[in-house]
């Protein structure tokens, strides 16, 4: 296949998907269930293979390739285009998105087949699955806006999809106004790329910063770009101190947390992080923030995920902690070990997200580990390929994670921009990890079952609704079960991934493939560097068996703790006292933030709200032109229904129509 059929294929990847949430979303409520299901499935199913047929086809050689969908914005002589663009990087997420977002879909036919508004779930699927792939392939900052954006909004949609349930709305407004605060930050480095490169084609910006010698007496303005890029990331991403949306946006349905949390927008701000490498390279500051943010993030979330006994907030910490090692890895310079844990988290975390959902629907909607216990003799696929997954991220070769995570520590230990304190937390949240998730292990599968089976659990739709079910399936005794073979399937191939996933980058093949998207200008001098400067063998060799021995502690102090003496949590927790309860309490943060952000907020809103809009502008305006008022409410008062969701509605309708506008200007 050659670049000029290559090319136009592009396009069709995230459209696909649109279409699919487009079909559901206006004739889903009066298809069946299964006509719904062929919809979502066969428009998503369609954008991985395409995926997968420009996948076999690519060629380093030829590569970047580039579509233009439609003449877009034009100011003299700035001009954005509304452009899709392929090289081996947005392959890698191109593959990670299509690939485990199917599998999602996949299992989401089980877990949420007995929901009423099945339809308007598997919509909202498509819908965020078309921002997402929008966001990878984009060519130029302006696209990936939109499609970082469309994911907020999508995320919303999803996470607060329960809205009758009071948390699950409030997750839904909280993750979308704390990213929206990120938001802000890439804003104003977008306004300051396009006042001093007049373009946001990342061909032309990075060309023009790679002719700009390295900022390293100070702050300037790549700095200044790289540390507001780094703010958007830490939004989208989770990060310190924005990362407190994400373990509330566990009241989502479980697929939710799979499909957001895993493998696609939270790492969204570590690929932008890892697109824009032409300017963090050349900012040391800025580079240096985002490996302390990230190295303090995944410590941090790390020992909250000990204290925490609701099995989704333990995977939701994780996330978080997993995310801290992607940022460390980009900020001392190794972007491509940044990317290569993003693939491999996608696998096993989704993994893990599917599996805790099996477990979950097993046993009628509970998500407390403390119910649970004994649960390998109810659910033996569940448990084995939970047992890969745990494994997995534990760091235990040779599975897909310790590849990349030991890639990732020696790096932070031995580049240039490297440092062995970098290390030191690294693997200090290597042992913590190892310890929270076979907690987790132990705690769900071992022992005796503790709970009985609950009718209405945190994953349920609605209060005094049932727990979702699995297709064909109405389980409503007291018995916990395995979950139907729709869904336990994407469990097989996640865990076979998680296997097998780290093997691409024995040898440094992954690196390689990556090289000519991170090794050009500054990157290049960094690599000699690197080779020169770095550490002997034998001390990376050393550094592996640390961290192996580090995974291989926790899960002994697991084991002791929650199988051998499952007396001694309690009285630990009792002795600590204080500080116990502030881990579990998540050290206040939220509360913290209500008490300085949030109530000023809301009261100084109240405030301006009442004397400024309700005494001036509406008086005013109402009391003198109550007539014309009347018919203007009169016209459009369908539309406004004071819901929140409703807008977000309308704004992806709009956001349809003018895709579809491009898409036609494209083609005429």
Request: hydrophobic share 50%; with cysteine.
């Amino acid at each position: 296949m050659t670049p000029q059929t290559l090319s136009p294929l592009l396009c069709t990847i995230p459209l696909l998907p649109l279409a699919g949430a487009a079909i559901n979303g206006f004739f889903g409520r009066r298809s069946s269930k299964k006509a719904i299901t062929a919809v979502a499935l066969l428009f998503c199913g369609a954008a991985f293979f395409v995926a997968l047929l420009i996948a076999t086809n690519f060629s380093s050689a030829s590569a970047p390739y580039s579509f233009r969908l439609a003449h877009w914005l034009r100011s003299g002589s700035f001009s954005v285009d509304f452009e899709f663009y392929l090289d081996q990087l947005s392959l890698v997420m191109l593959m990670v998105v299509t690939g485990v977002g199917f599998l999602i879909h996949i299992y989401s036919v089980g877990y949420m087949w007995d929901d009423d508004g099945y339809y308007r779930f598997m919509s909202y699927m498509n819908l965020f699955m078309f921002f997402m792939l929008t966001l990878v392939l984009a060519k130029n900052y302006l696209v990936m806006f939109i499609g970082w954006e469309g994911v907020g909004l999508a995320s919303y949609l999803l996470i607060g999809y329960w809205f009758t349930k009071d948390s699950a709305a409030a997750a839904g407004k909280k993750a979308f106004i704390v990213n929206r605060i990120g938001d802000f930050g890439f804003l104003i480095a977008l306004f300051l790329i396009i006042k001093h490169f007049h373009s946001l084609d990342f061909t032309k910006v990075f060309e023009q910063v790679s002719t700009r010698p390295a900022e390293a007496a100070g702050v300037g303005l790549l700095t200044a770009i790289g540390v507001l890029l780094m703010v958007g990331a830490a939004g989208k991403s989770a990060q310190i101190p924005l990362y407190v949306w994400l373990p509330d946006a566990m009241e989502g349905p479980t697929p939710v947390s799979a499909l957001i949390h895993a493998a696609t927008m939270v790492t969204a701000g570590v690929y932008m992080v890892a697109r824009s490498s032409a300017i963090f390279e050349r900012a040391p500051m800025a580079m240096t923030v985002v490996a302390i943010v990230g190295t303090l993030t995944a410590l941090f979330a790390a020992t909250i995920g000990i204290a925490q006994t609701d099995i989704k907030k333990v995977l939701a910490y994780s996330t978080v902690s997993q995310l801290g090692y992607m940022f460390m890895a980009c900020g001392v310079g190794a972007f491509s070990a940044g990317i290569f844990h993003l693939m491999t988290h996608a696998f096993f975390k989704g993994l893990l997200f599917l599996a805790a959902g099996s477990v979950i629907h097993g046993i009628g909607g509970e998500q407390d580990m403390r119910k649970m216990g004994g649960l390998r003799q109810y659910m033996p696929w569940t448990f084995a390929t939970m047992t890969i997954a745990t494994f997995t991220i534990a760091g235990f070769p040779p599975l897909a994670a310790f590849f990349s995570k030991d890639e990732i520590l020696w790096k932070a230990y031995s580049s240039p921009n490297g440092s062995w304190v970098y290390w030191l937390f690294g693997v200090t949240t290597a042992f913590i990890t190892s310890f929270y998730m076979f907690r987790l292990w132990f705690l769900t599968f071992f022992g005796d079952y503790r709970g009985a089976i609950a009718h209405e659990g945190h994953d349920s739709p609605r209060a005094g609704a049932p727990a979702p079910h699995g297709h064909g399936h109405g389980h409503d005794h007291g018995e916990p079960h395995e979950s139907p073979w729709v869904m336990l399937s994407p469990l097989v191939i996640l865990a076979l991934l998680s296997v097998v996933g780290g093997w691409v980058g024995i040898g440094g093949r992954f690196e390689h493939f990556l090289a000519p998207v991170f090794q050009t200008g500054a990157s290049a001098e960094l690599a000699r560097e690197t080779a020169g400067e770095a550490a002997g063998q034998g001390t990376e060799t050393l550094l592996t068996l640390i961290s192996v021995a580090a995974a291989i502690l926790g899960l002994l102090l697991a084991w002791t703790l929650y199988l051998r003496r499952p007396q001694l949590p309690a009285r630990i927790a009792a002795s600590l006292g204080a500080f116990y309860q502030a881990v579990a309490n998540k050290y206040y943060v939220d509360e913290l933030y209500a008490v300085l952000f949030i109530k000023p907020l809301v009261d100084g809103s109240t405030e301006i709200l009442w004397h400024g809009v309700d005494q001036g502008a509406i008086d005013g305006t109402v009391n003198n032109s109550a007539t014309a008022a009347r018919h203007v409410s009169d016209n459009v008062r369908q539309m406004q229904s004071g819901n929140l969701r409703s807008y977000a509605g309308w704004v992806a309708a709009g956001a349809a129509v003018v895709i579809a506008y491009m898409v036609w200007m494209g083609v005429r």
